[in-house]
């Protein structure tokens, strides 16, 4: 169990060092949902003389006025019997405080820091783990004291701003409020009492503790009723009266309240010893007739055991709520984090190549449309298996290819004088007519083509995730991919025109022979030489054979 409360020490201390103080901000917030322990109090109610008597250390602020202006964590961690007593700061890791003088002046030096040397308040906490063999296993949240009215150098408003930070702490249903009230006056002004029934109406979450008994004074009826009060075993009823504390109005409290016994001024004053003064408030209730029977159960250390434990046991309550909580949000913060995208870096090479990676992705996205990975490639297909041949049909060759027109085109190519076999002239203008009608297809086609490509451009400019977290280069990735398929749809429509060219302007056999024209002297020449080289061959045949017979 005490793992628990170590465990959450350690979440806190996590969610102040990034920032988590569980104010109001667009981020979710861990530390609303931790259990704590929030001590609320009046001026002058003895709310830090509780909180040191619980350490068993004088190490609080004191003076005038609102001397707490910020929340303080306090979390106690009990070390073994022997072992030397010390403190830490989360601001300051690496320093132990063994002295408690220090680590008060620490205090007052870190809220100056956060809130200058005026008297304003802030909500950002301290926080501070103090080890010791003499505490148990507890943390506390100590807040400013609830005050009537500002002092010297505090704006006006600073009664409803502590009131406020106080609230932000203790309406969260997480939050067990410890209320501090002096029992030398009169419950019906107790401002931690006030408070603490705005936002827990039923008492479940409330403890309430007195100090200040011993000051009490013995011959009016308060004593009585206070004795009634701490008396009590079954539900705890703080009921309002002028003269008797006791009428009309009850508050219900789920938990017994509990006594204590602070040291006083003077004893401050000559720096009584903490441990003596817990034996001193010891024998007090050992040895008041009013509070004997009751001694088991008040104090300053019954109460910190108490607290411990119920600590203890809310958090074990709490645990699976929080572990859903951090599941659901770490899903959450995930799932926003990839949609936002990965941070700019900060040097220009790893910016260009954060560049060249989303180009890349944005590439691939691409070439799976036209691979058939994303939808949309097929469509392409389509324009070659269906509406270019659709558009081929359309066209009318039975019109060019009409007896009437083919018999026009033959008489052309007469010309003046009639032929018997038609010439080869007016086939070809016959079948370049009709050729010629296919470059209006074939440019439809290059353009149906390019519009689609177009359109998976801009569909996987927008399924490029890493594109979205970048508007300016979304847009120069778009124009520069439409500007590609500009250039390369002008290539594509001067490549299918030369392609029906090259079909319009075959070679026949008269074509070729026109294409190997040779000079006629040069081909009587040649043939000359040939038969005069065939004459010469023939006598060395004859005149070698007659050679060799001899």
């Not at 936002?199 to 013995?218: E, Q």
């Not at 990965?342 to 449309?369: N, W």
């Not at 297809?441 to 353009?447: F, K, S």
Request: hydrophobic share 40%.
């Amino acid at each position: 169990m005490e793992n628990l409360i170590s465990l959450v020490n350690k979440i806190q201390r996590a969610c102040t060092a990034l920032g988590d103080h569980g104010e109001a901000s667009a981020l979710p917030t861990l530390w609303d949902s931790l259990p704590a322990i929030a001590v609320v109090g009046g001026q002058s109610s003895g709310k830090s003389s509780v909180l040191e008597s619980v350490v068993g250390k004088d190490f609080l602020p004191r003076g005038s006025g609102i001397v707490t202006r910020r929340p303080l964590v306090l979390q106690l961690h009990k070390i073994e019997e022997g072992s030397r007593e010390y403190a830490e700061f989360l601001h300051l890791p690496r320093k132990r405080f063994t002295d408690f003088v220090a680590v008060r002046k620490e205090i007052q030096d870190e809220t100056d820091r956060e809130t200058g040397r005026t008297k304003q308040i802030s909500s950002v906490p301290i926080h501070l783990s103090i080890y010791s063999p003499n505490v148990v296993n507890l943390t506390l949240i100590d807040l400013p004291g609830l005050t009537k009215v500002a002092v010297e150098g505090q704006p006006d408003s600073i009664v409803l701003d502590i009131e406020n930070m106080v609230r932000s702490y203790i309406e969260k249903p997480n939050c067990i409020i410890l209320a501090i009230s002096p029992a030398n006056q009169d419950l019906a002004t107790s401002d931690a009492i006030k408070i603490s029934r705005e936002v827990d109406p039923t008492g479940d979450r409330t403890i309430g503790v007195l100090t200040k008994i011993d000051l009490m004074d013995k011959g009016t009826d308060a004593v009585d009723s206070y004795q009634a009060l701490l008396n009590s075993s079954q539900v705890y009823d703080v009921t309002l009266n002028e003269g008797q504390i006791l009428e009309g109005r009850a508050y219900r409290l789920k938990f017994p309240w509990i006594g204590v016994v602070n040291r006083s001024q003077a004893d401050i004053n000559k720096n009584v010893d903490m441990i003596a003064a817990r034996r001193r408030e010891r024998e007090y209730f050992n040895s008041t007739p009013e509070y004997k029977h009751l001694a088991h159960r008040m104090g300053s250390e019954h109460l910190a055991k108490m607290l411990s434990k119920h600590l203890e046991t809310v958090i074990k309550s709490k645990i699976p709520g929080i572990q859903s909580l951090i599941n659901k949000t770490i899903a959450e913060l995930e799932a926003e984090l990839t949609r936002l995208g990965k941070p700019v870096p900060a040097d220009a090479g790893g910016k260009l190549y954060s560049i060249m990676e989303i180009c890349r992705s944005f590439d691939q996205i691409f070439k799976d449309h036209l691979d058939g990975v994303r939808p949309g490639g097929d469509k392409i297909y389509n324009v070659f298996d269906n509406q270019l041949p659709a558009a081929l049909k359309r066209l009318q060759f039975d019109k060019q290819l009409s007896m009437e027109n083919i018999r026009k085109l033959i008489t052309e190519a007469d010309g003046y004088q009639p032929h018997l076999i038609a010439p080869e002239q007016g086939y070809r203008r016959l079948i370049e007519s009709t050729l010629i009608t296919i470059r209006g297809p074939a440019e439809a086609a290059v353009d149906a083509v390019h519009s689609l490509l177009k359109d998976l451009v801009h569909k996987s400019v927008s399924e490029t995730v890493d594109l979205k977290q970048y508007p300016g280069l979304r847009a120069e990735v778009g124009a520069a991919a439409v500007d590609s398929l500009e250039r390369m749809r002008d290539e594509s429509k001067k490549a299918t025109l030369q392609l029906v060219d090259m079909e319009c302007g075959y070679l026949t056999t008269k074509r070729l022979s026109s294409l190997l024209n040779e000079d006629p002297a040069i081909m009587e020449r040649r043939g000359a030489l040939a038969k005069r080289l065939e004459l010469y061959r023939s006598a060395q045949t004859e005149i070698d054979a007659v050679a060799w017979s001899k």
